[in-house]
């Protein structure tokens, strides 16, 4: 069972920063994507940003240009510096990881709220 252990969540102010961090302790060379995704209460689960493992990304039309993901396959870690936060970014966010032959394996989440 691979275990995703997130960091960096927090409080921060409209405009502010803040940095997560995905620590997976599966190292096999099958796991090809990794990424963050979120939930606001009340609303869906949604993809905010994915990497692949030679650094292909893709993000949310709403983060484009705000959110910055990136990944250290020798850590086996995926980041998601989170910039110009706005209140709408306010939700838990959810570390995922893609594994071939595998189902998808989710992190416990880490809660973000941007106050205005």
């Known amino acids: 069972q691979v275990q995703l252990v997130e960091s960096g969540g927090g409080l921060a102010q409209s405009g502010g920063s803040l940095r997560l961090s995905c620590a997976a302790s599966d190292r096999s060379l099958l796991v090809t994507d990794m990424g963050w995704h979120r939930q606001a209460p009340g609303k869906e689960r949604e993809l905010v940003a994915g990497i692949t493992r030679g650094g292909s990304t893709n993000y949310a039309d709403s983060v484009k240009g705000r959110f910055t993901i990136s990944r250290d396959n020798a850590k086996n870690t995926v980041y998601l510096q989170m910039n110009s936060l706005k209140p709408e970014d306010t939700a838990v966010y959810y570390c995922?990881?893609?594994?071939?032959?595998?189902?998808?394996?989710w992190g416990q989440g880490t809660q973000v709220t941007v106050s205005s």
């Open positions: 995922y990881l893609r594994k071939i032959g595998s189902r998808d394996a």
